[in-house]
């Protein structure tokens, strides 16, 4: 259940930057030994340097591009090795992605498949075997209260699986001694937006989140062994309302929202940029 000093190990994906490194920065500070991932290797190694400094924990990186399949094998090894067990598994590495679905190259929707849904498919898979096993672990899949807007585009659409697959493993795992829970954030601050091209914080402020916050309520939510977790007041309540409205009117919303035909270089998300106007769907990232 830990390693030779006692300590629980966690892997993470998406280590380096956003809720990822914050993930990884509240773990090791709660005395977690990490196993980190994501593919920029020199950054990693400043992330796990920095984490061995502040907190005194072991910190072994894992140079991996999720999307490239032998790459994600060498992560989900990682999670069956036996002789270093894995405790937690935090699937969050994502991107947001401007293509059309209709339009778009099918070449980086694809790419995009691979990473936000493939490789949390193959990595839960992993790290429930190994957890099963040992009669304990936790797994919290990162989603998005996006998984909630019908007609919200690929990323929409990925993040919609990630919520349906945790449902579904969760039953799964009952009784196992392991739990599956996914986080829904809205907007956070991270770097996101402007790795997808998007604009940076703009919008109502209400509506942007601090990635320690969600991370606070997501590992709470995780340890506690909650399925579903909704950081804060505002974005439970939008939570709530998408939860009790039909579909058809949220499709009909994110058509009011969005007038343009599509094109290529749109995304397919039109209200994953923070200043779209439409109301309820704006609450994406
Ligand atoms: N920010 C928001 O508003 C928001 C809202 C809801 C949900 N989310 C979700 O939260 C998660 C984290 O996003 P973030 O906002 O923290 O974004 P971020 O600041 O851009 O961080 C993304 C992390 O994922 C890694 N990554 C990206 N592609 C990868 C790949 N192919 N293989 C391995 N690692 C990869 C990046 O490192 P490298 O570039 O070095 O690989 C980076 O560490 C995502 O799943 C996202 O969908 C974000």
Known sequence: ???????????????????GASYAAHLAAAG??????????????????????????????????LAQREQ?????????DAARPVDLLVNNAGYGLKQSLAVGQIELLEQ?????????????????KAMVARGRGRILNVGSIAALLAG??????????????TESLAKDL?????SATVVL???VHTEFHVRAGMKGASGPSRAWLNADDVVTDSLRDTF?????SVPSPQYRALAALLGVLPRSAVRAAWRLGSRKAPSNARTTSPATSPATSSPAPTARG
């Open 224 to 228: 506690a062994g909650r399925l579903v």
């Open 72 to 80: 994600l094998a060498v992560v989900a090894a990682r999670l069956g």
């Open 112 to 128: 995009h498949f691979d990473v936000l849904a493939r490789a949390v498919l193959v990595l839960c898979n992993a790290a429930a």
């Open 185 to 187: 954030p809205g907007y």
């Open 32 to 65: 977690h030994d990490l196993v980190i991932v994501a593919r920029d290797g020199a950054r990693l190694e400043e992330t796990a340097e920095r984490l061995r400094e502040r907190h005194g924990v072991q910190v072994e990186v894992l140079a991996a591009d």
């Open 152 to 165: 919200g585009g690929h990323y929409a659409a990925l993040k919609g699986y990630v919520l349906a697959l």
């Open 1 to 19: 259940m830990s390693t030779p000093l006692g300590r629980p190990t966690a892997l993470i994906t998406g280590a380096t930057a956003g809720l």
């Open 174 to 178: 009952r009784g196992s001694g392991v």
